[in-house]
């Protein structure tokens, strides 16, 4: 069996070490999971190409269990596949496909990943919350919260005419979501739980302003710690890390991909902080 994840750009992703962790824990000798560069205009020709039971690489013939998508294809995959769980449409994308009944099945595991991570640290359901960014992270945070039993939030985002995508997912998901700019980050912030969906280094010129957070969860994972992680987790704050979310997700997908529940978390970890490890 093979699966992949697909995303440009694609070098830098801990997917495969994750999943071959997993695989070879599980005593899946038979399974490889491997990394293809993919852009939005080259995923339907790529899907085409691997067939929901047979396919891949030129000449290639072994079955295919899955994909994990990153981005830019978490929503330009959506059109392109038979089936979608609740929470992929919530959210409006989906990073894992999975190949079954001869049918590409779309699901969204970056939820499952973010409450897991939450809750791994401690960290209770907040009674209120802030999100820096508005991309598709944001997205699946506002999902999340939701499930936590947490119906309004507030956004800040650079520019909010950019953030109506996510105001969307919001209305979906039943959160009532106030939109605000960074020059609002005082008032904003004074919440439970702050998540940064910004890539890295984006919130560093706000590291002093949030260090007095109860809670944050930054979805960056390397480098690690991100100057405003070490400024909260300095000041006494509770920290999460965007590896915790990235292994809860991959532990989602591997399940969802080969049927089975007995999935080595730990193994997992193991394997994803040895090569962030070997990166830094």
Same mark, same amino acid.
């Given at each position: 069996?093979?699966?992949?994840?697909?995303?440009? %750009?694609?070098? =830098?992703?801990?997917?495969p070490y994750l999943h071959r962790a997993a695989y070879r824990a599980m005593g899946l000798d038979g399974w490889s999971y491997e990394a293809f560069e993919?852009?939005?205009?080259?995923?339907?020709?790529?899907?085409?190409?691997?067939?929901?039971?047979?396919?891949?690489?030129?000449?290639?013939?072994?079955? $295919? !269990?899955?994909?994990?998508?990153?981005?830019?294809?978490?929503? /330009?995959?959506?059109?392109?596949?038979?089936?979608?769980?609740?929470?992929?449409?919530?959210?409006?994308?989906?990073?894992?496909?999975?190949?079954?009944?001869?049918?590409? =099945?779309?699901?969204?595991?970056?939820?499952?990943?973010?409450?897991?991570?939450?809750?791994?640290?401690?960290? @209770?359901? @907040?009674?209120?919350?802030?999100?820096?960014?508005?991309?598709?992270?944001?997205?699946?945070?506002?999902?999340?919260?939701?499930?936590?039993?947490?119906? #309004?939030?507030?956004?800040?985002?650079?520019? %909010? !005419?950019?953030?109506?995508?996510? /105001? #969307?997912?919001?209305?979906?998901?039943?959160?009532?979501?106030a939109v605000e700019t960074f020059d609002k980050l005082e008032a904003a912030t004074r919440v439970d739980l702050v998540v940064s969906t910004l890539p890295g280094?984006? !919130?560093?010129?706000?590291?002093?302003?949030?260090?007095?957070?109860?809670?944050?969860?930054?979805?960056?994972?390397? @480098? $690690?710690?991100?100057?405003?992680?070490?400024?909260?987790?300095?000041?006494?704050?509770?920290?999460?890390?965007?590896?915790?979310?990235?292994? =809860? #997700?991959?532990?989602? #997908?591997?399940?969802?991909?080969?049927?089975?529940?007995?999935? %080595?978390?730990?193994?997992?970890?193991?394997?994803?902080?040895?090569?962030?490890?070997?990166?830094?």
């Amino acid at each position: 069996m093979r699966a992949a994840v697909l995303g440009s %750009p694609i070098g =830098h992703s801990l997917s495969p070490y994750l999943h071959r962790a997993a695989y070879r824990a599980m005593g899946l000798d038979g399974w490889s999971y491997e990394a293809f560069e993919c852009d939005e205009a080259r995923l339907p020709g790529l899907l085409a190409e691997l067939a929901p039971v047979r396919g891949g690489e030129p000449g290639g013939g072994d079955a $295919w !269990a899955g994909l994990s998508l990153t981005m830019p294809l978490k929503r /330009a995959v959506l059109p392109l596949l038979d089936t979608v769980s609740d929470v992929a449409v919530e959210v409006g994308g989906a990073n894992t496909v999975v190949f079954r009944d001869g049918l590409r =099945h779309g699901d969204n595991t970056d939820v499952h990943g973010i409450k897991r991570a939450l809750a791994e640290a401690g960290v @209770p359901a @907040p009674g209120s919350a802030t999100v820096l960014g508005g991309g598709a992270t944001a997205a699946s945070t506002l999902a999340a919260l939701r499930d936590l039993g947490l119906f #309004q939030a507030t956004l800040l985002v650079r520019d %909010p !005419a950019r953030a109506g995508g996510t /105001a #969307q997912v919001a209305e979906r998901l039943g959160v009532s979501l106030a939109v605000e700019t960074f020059d609002k980050l005082e008032a904003a912030t004074r919440v439970d739980l702050v998540v940064s969906t910004l890539p890295g280094g984006a !919130a560093d010129a706000f590291a002093d302003r949030l260090a007095r957070v109860p809670a944050l969860f930054d979805v960056v994972y390397a @480098p $690690w710690p991100t100057r405003v992680a070490a400024a909260v987790e300095e000041a006494g704050g509770t920290v999460v890390g965007g590896f915790a979310m990235l292994l =809860h #997700q991959a532990v989602r #997908q591997v399940e969802l991909m080969t049927g089975r529940t007995d999935v %080595p978390v730990e193994a997992m970890r193991a394997a994803g902080e040895a090569e962030l490890l070997r990166r830094s």
